[in-house]
């Protein structure tokens, strides 16, 4: 039995299905991780005495990203990419600890706030051999098919 905080990242040719459908997969999940932000939001709103509706996106922004930090943290995935059975690796094939999940998360909303970033992202995310987006080409991380656990 391997120990899944020792092996290395999965060769894009050798090793394909690691890195198929990531990127569409990486967009579906954010969306699902958007309701869920949106929902937790909202349960929040009544307990700012309903103020929260006059800064809703700032509130939204904070929840997002304390949501996938921890989430990430956690599971190496958020819970959108959970269910569409993806997680985030680091350079050397460990899980994301705490550290990691924090500067991906920074530097995604990083790109959020700097539009030309994220277009930069997207781009990536389509056309490399890994699926990369700008935050994983820095931290040197990739987003992979969940392997199978036995």
Partial sequence: MTDMNTWHLPDPHSQPEFYSDVASKRLLAFVIDTVIVALVSLMIVPFTAFTGLFFFPALMAVVGF????????????????RILSIEFRTATGARFGLTEAFLHTVGLNVSFAVFPLQLVSVILMATTERGQGLSDMVLGSVAINRPARY
């Fill in 66 to 81: 304390v949501y996938r930090v921890i989430t990430i943290a956690t599971g190496s995935a958020t819970w959108g990419m």
